[in-house]
């Protein structure tokens, strides 16, 4: 017992949930029973992951310029000089699903795990995926801004076209997801028109085409962040789907 | 000049194309005139670079069973028991194009990058895509043998959407590529019907449905080992390119 709780407690060491040198009752002096009080730790003990959505250095000044036009709608002020709501809202980004990991009967499963989100998945900043993502509720839409670091070559010079398909993926499932809940993606159409150079920066906008019952249609253009230069035009389909599709039930 | 010659050389080195130990005359004593006859040493200074096609020890038995199957029809024994070349062939893969880094007026920039395929930009074996491809002339098919790893998870447990698009975007380009020359994706029609488990082995199979002028049309399916499940149904177009376009021309 006091094994499996060290080897839990290291498994969110690892994932950075808990912090080593956090003041745990040392395990050979924990009673049998107590594990559970241990797994749900107040939140207050874990320190905060990193937030890939926020700024850092490798980003360039189209980046900046493009994260700093939406960052200034988030929150606008009144007349009056109040703070308030904007209409656009940035989301942040980690590279674990995290609600999962915090509690339920995967627990153990899902701690254990070395899992990190594909487009997450490399730390060295400007090497692959930079993006954030902002969400317009009022106008139902969602942009991502994406800088393509060089690990994503596909053709000599141009990102792969799995990657562009898969920051799409990402936009227009995080965007189905806040307007339908819990999806699957069930189809991706992708227009390729022209390709992305590697290093660039572009723009994602996706907006809700209608929804059917179960169904989610989604559209999404990649341009260029002026908006001149088409890259890829994109219809996409979502099926709503229960918590337990996700968890293996 | 000596200096472009060791930036040249460092840039070189780095990428793996040549040794740390290669014997090369000292940069200060080269005569300016002679920078081509360095830039252009044979092949047979180069290292092999890594092939990622091969098994490495982070293959499952699953992978392990299927590439053997493959490979053993890569070549074949006659009733004279003589060897032969079988209706497989395997295909190497490598984490740049390289053929793009070896010659033509391109050279200095691209041996300057750092750029590397998006889908071997891991090097760490198992954690992302391992897969191998492996093409039938004769019936103008090729097959693609995935374990995908722990770095490629979207839904919690499960292979990211896009990761699964970028594989099968992989497979259906060297495959038009090997029936049509120099191809871009112009478009990739991709159904999910079951979801792919993290750290699972599936195959990719993918057929030329037909050839009209610039368009050669491909289809791909991505099903268990065993054919029994199927996970995706792709349609996919591409259009035949000059080597300008891929070159920036």
Chains 1, 2 share one sequence.
């Not at 994260?67 to 000089?81: I, K, L, M, N, R």
């Not at 141009?158 to 562009?164: D, F, K, L, R, S």
């Not at 993926?169 to 997801?177: F, K, L, R, S, Y």
Request: aromatic share 8%.
């Amino acid at each position: 017992m006091a094994r499996s709780v060290g080897r839990i407690c290291k498994s969110f060491q690892r994932l950075g949930l808990l912090s080593k040198q956090t003041q745990l009752v040392p395990f050979t002096r924990v009673p049998v029973g107590t594990v559970r009080t241990i797994v749900t730790l107040p939140s207050f003990l874990f320190p905060q992951p990193r937030d890939f959505s926020l700024p850092n250095p490798s980003w360039g000044s189209e980046m900046t310029r493009m994260y700093e036009h939406y960052e200034s709608q988030c929150e606008v002020e009144t007349e009056g000089g109040q703070k308030q709501k904007g209409p656009w809202r940035r989301l942040p980004s980690y590279n674990r699903l995290l609600k999962y990991a915090t509690g339920g009967v995967y627990l153990s499963k899902m701690i254990q795990s070395k899992a990190r989100l594909f487009t997450r998945n490399i730390r060295n900043p400007g090497a692959a995926f930079e993006y954030v993502l902002f969400m317009n509720k009022e106008e139902q839409k969602c942009v991502c801004i994406l800088q393509a670091g060089h690990l994503l070559e596909g053709p000599p010079g141009h990102v792969h076209g799995g990657a562009i398909a898969t920051m799409i993926d990402t936009v227009t499932g995080t965007h189905a997801t806040f307007l339908s809940g819990p999806v699957m993606t069930a189809n991706l159409n992708i227009n390729y028109r022209r390709p992305i150079p590697l290093g660039g920066t572009v723009l994602l906008e996706s907006s809700l085409e209608k929804k059917e019952g179960r169904k989610t249609f989604i559209t999404c253009r990649v341009t260029s962040t002026d908006g001149s230069k088409l890259h890829t035009e994109t219809s996409a389909l979502f099926l709503s789907i229960t918590a337990s599709h996700l968890l293996g039930g």
